[in-house]
């Protein structure tokens, strides 16, 4: 929905509509163990210290005096001194702690130097950044410019690092600081550059980003010469036969399966592989894990989930030599493994609901696109044919209506990503539209970075910015369907696309009265105050009449008619609710002309449609003269021929399983990407991949249940010496549980996690573009805290959920094969205070007073069943002492508090009593069950295993794979 009037209108209706929940209170913390995970490995006794020493320490230590009168500041600074300096259980990872560290300037260490920059940060630079610069900068401010201006250059790193006259030009990480931002602002007269035009808002806003990224650059000065254009091939004239030689050009072909020393240790020849690269760096693998590790391992790695009590017990039980293989088969046959592995696959696709950019335009529609993918990973459709779809679905033949809505709903890949609607020149907002297709497609299906050929030939890699362009025409000669409405703040409006009518297809979700009625009253509100605001417009002159702000009413009116007119009066979705997003041919078939500097101004000659030279070879068909050629680019990028679909795609399998690629760059294959680790085999996965009709199940199980896989996380110092960084994979790495597993776990054991899917999304109830923060709708609806699993969650660019932007979610603007993976103390702080997580471990409480009853031994069974269900064993002696010694602390800790006043109570004056601390954690125990009826203050128990439980969740053991 619009921004602005709309939202004041509806922020105003609020306080119309019966039953509208209240805000969510703010919780002080009652959690005993903060924990700041590593990938360092731990060492044999940190388990029982991970648990037993924070349970009664950390608390009579620390949290108890917040009890007592303290306050949520003192948490959240005792947080972060502990975060920076405890050892107790997991110490920080040293770069992190230098990486906090100032350089005494003002800049982050990790900012400047030789510091490594990440594949995302680097096509930021090559794609946004050297452009602004070479096309606005480098004539006054390069090595090369007749006369240097300010001393200062910025065709190097150094360069702006160093700075001019005014000192370094940059702050990393601080626009707002940083001289170069205050220039093209133009904020300062005397400042402004460049000096004759002002730059595009758009490139602003990417130099913004840039400098709030930390201002990665990846140019650097070698023999002497400056890098100004980037390092290239011999002199960007390719021999392309020659540049077919490159490992990941040439098609993968099976190798031979070799014969380590070890006969006997492998269970088939992923393990051969694996274990000849061992042999050959004098390294031995590790013992196996135990079998509750291992089913740990497994189930959280195909359904994201924690294997529950009963299913460890069964599979301990279980001697037969299928065991193993009844486990996963079991799991790859689950509706969770889709919603496992449909999520890796929207970190691909840039998935989210809204454009992001400017005005942050929100897709109502988007979510047909995740459950495809879903449903598409649960049916183990074929890949090579999962990609065809979601590139020329709409060209392709289909059997049914039913097949026809998949092929239509598969398109909308192309049409997810993020947009600047609000573009005044619709020539550059469809360039950057099939900019932004071109890398999607590119890098998350074949592992190129060609969009960095947009502006000139690629600095790294054999592709003539004519390829680029040859790709651009096929898209340039489509339709994107995003579906917005038109208005003030959206310049840029589509249709959508209608689905089949005999389509037997989800219409979404129904619409709340309360929603509805939100909706209504904003809706005429704005009616009344537009005609108003005409009326008082007559027999004034035109300069006085403010007709902007009417148009703006007035396309608010029409944003919000839009909603309703998908859903009836009873709140149920129409026939307007059957479309998608999606792709479908263009009127006009293109050649696109290169642009020079990719300046939409400046176009040079057009050439032919196709794909890149260096892969293509003779599989690259002719391009039609009546469609756009996706169907073409489809098969091609699809076909088994193709040197990096399948090798790119069993990386990523791989990657998920062993928390690290064969190709450590999974979304660069090319020369600036990081060479495997394993060639030979990443092309027999590759090959065995196609070999098995594309199956990503048959995959994931071979890998699964291989030696490999099932290797202990133990240390070994011989081992470690020689291969710190478990390249050569002699035992498990440790890895941390991704944002939407630490939230579904803490969900399914608080017994709480709803497993059915939903029927659409919340985001399907708005419309239109938002401004700031001030869209009421938008926010009411992001409140919905209904346990569902993570992946159905709304993700809104720029409003990713807190639970899941915590952990290191990933960026849905940008391709993301390999998500981040930091330890910063934001993390403890949320699983302290955040009120999801208080409520989770108050359900998570209930529940092992539910399973286990009242009777002599109940304190250490619900101890047991409460470590059972969130750490996947039972307790050790140590643990079960320290965790009762914990509970009797806390609630003693509780009664003696109870006959006290704080501070300025009875007898203030006019000031209110203030409330006793067992009187504030009553009713802090009632916000956090959402019920508004108060916990009785004479039952600390509940509040005792409570807190006993969520200390559980802020374990460095519950979210990490060993």
Known sequence: MCGGLADDAIATAQSDVPGRPSSAPTHSPLATDVTVTTNAPMPPTSESRAIARPLRTWFVE?????????????????????????????PLDDAMQSEMQDDG????????????????????????????LVANC????????????????????????????????????????????????????????????????????ALEEWVRMGAPDPRVVTTGAIDSEGPALAGKSWDIEIARDFWSFKAPVKPKVPSPANATWSFGDVDRFVLASMEAHDLKPVGDASKRTWIRRVTFDLTGLPPTPEEIEAFEKDKTPTAYERVVDRLLASPAFGERWGRHWLDVARYAESSGKENN?????????????????????????????????????????????????????????????????????YADVVDEQIDTVTQGMLGLTVACARCHDHKFDPIPQADYYAMAGIFASTATQFGTVQSPGNRRASSLIALPDEADVVAGPTMSQQVRTLIERGQERLTAEADEAMKAAEGKPREQVNNFRIAQQRAQVRTLESILERFDENGRPTIENRVTMGALDGQKILEAPILQRGEIDKPLERVPRGFVQVISGEASPSMPSDASGRRELADWIASPSNPLTARVWANRVWLHLFGKGLVPTPDNFGHSGVPPTHPELLDWLAVRLVEGTWSTKALVRELVLSRTYRLDSAHDDKNAEKDPDIVWLWRMPNRRLEAEAIRDAMLAAAGTLDRTPPSG???????????????????????????????YMPIVRDRVPDSLGVFDFAEPSFVVGDRDETNVATQALYLMNDPGVVGAADAFAARLVHDVPDSRNAEGERIRRAFELTLGRAPSGAEVTASKEFLDDFKKAL?????????????????????????????????RRGDGQGRSSNDPDALAWSAFCQSLFQTAEFRTLN
């Open 138 to 205: 480098y004539s006054c401010h390069s090595a090369e410019a007749e006369r240097i201006r300010g001393d200062l250059v910025l065709d190097t790193r150094d360069g702006w690092m160093t700075g001019g006259a005014s000192g370094p030009s940059i702050v990393p990480g601080d626009p707002d600081k940083s001289v170069l931002i205050q220039a093209v602002r133009w904020a300062d007269e005397d400042l402004a550059m460049p000096p004759k035009r002002k730059l595009k808002d758009e490139d602003i806003a």
């Open 105 to 132: 300037d003002g800049m982050m260490s990790g900012a400047s130097g030789d510091a490594p920059i990440s594949e995302r940060e680097r096509q930021f630079f090559e794609k946004k950044i050297r452009p602004i």
């Open 62 to 90: 620390l949290c108890a005096p917040l009890l007592v009168g303290g306050t949520l500041v003192a948490a959240v600074a005792m947080a972060i001194a502990f975060a920076a300096s405890s050892s107790a259980s997991t």
């Open 895 to 927: 009664v003696a508090d109870g006959g006290k006043e704080t501070a300025g109570s009875a007898g203030s004056g006019d000031a209110p009593r203030q409330r006793r601390p067992r009187e504030r954690l009553a009713e802090r125990a009632a916000e």
């Open 361 to 429: 335009v929100l897709y109502p529609h988007a979510w047909r696109y995740r459950d495809y993918v879903i449903a598409s990973f649960n049916a183990d459709k074929p890949f090579d044919i999962f990609l065809r779809e979601q590139i020329a679905g709409d060209l392709l033949p289909a059997a049914n209506p039913n097949d026809r809505a998949e092929n239509l709903v598969a398109t909308a890949y192309l049409a997810i990503g993020p947009k600047s609607h609000n573009q005044q020149n619709p020539r550059q907002f």
């Open 761 to 791: 999304s919340v985001i399907n109830f708005a419309e239109g573009g938002l401004r700031g923060d001030n869209n009421r709708l938008l926010q009411q609806l992001l409140t919905d805290n209904r346990p569902l699993r993570s992946v």
